[in-house]
């Protein structure tokens, strides 16, 4: 499966953070990382700048839900604190945005190491706020060579 994730940083050494966070989605499979990294403020208000960026990954995973589920993860292991609320700073953010599989929502039973995420989980392709977010458009922008992605592009 082909899959666009975004990826942002507003705590420590936020390009450290980005940096780990590409590296932590080849353990996934191939990466193509955008070369356009922005700073964005805190869509709260209330936390420092983020960086943010987008990659394309190309994974054996073929189901989407699967796949969240190893973001968050990987979100973990690079320290995010799942207990700081909702929109607090982070030291990675990983979003699934689209992937080439059929777009849909979906509601499923949080895995036992996934339980400090609450009982049950769910994902809506393509991500619902995605496509209004220019920290996640323009970085995928210059990913736009359906070459590269594989046919993974934004839609305006």
């Not at 690079?78 to 700073?89: C, L, S, V």
Request: glycine share 10%; hydrophobic share 40%.
């Amino acid at each position: 499966m082909k899959a666009v994730i975004a990826l942002g940083s507003n705590l420590g050494d936020r390009r450290a953070h980005l940096d780990a966070g590409l590296a932590a989605l080849r353990t996934l499979g191939t990466v193509l990382p955008s070369p356009l990294v922005m700073e964005t403020p805190d869509e709260s208000g209330q936390g420092p700048a983020y960086l943010n960026t987008v990659a394309i990954l190309v994974t054996g995973e073929a189901d989407p839900c699967r796949l969240l589920e190893a973001l968050l993860r990987l979100e973990l292991l690079a320290g995010r604190d799942r207990n700081a609320g909702k929109n607090a700073p982070r030291t990675l953010d990983l979003d699934l945005i689209i992937t080439d599989g059929p777009p849909g929502s979906w509601t499923w039973a949080t895995p036992e190491d996934l339980q400090i995420l609450g009982e049950a989980m769910s994902l809506e392709l393509p991500h619902p706020r995605a496509f209004s977010r220019a920290f996640v458009l323009e970085p995928w922008r210059a990913l736009s060579d359906p070459g590269q992605c594989g046919g993974v592009i934004p839609r305006n």
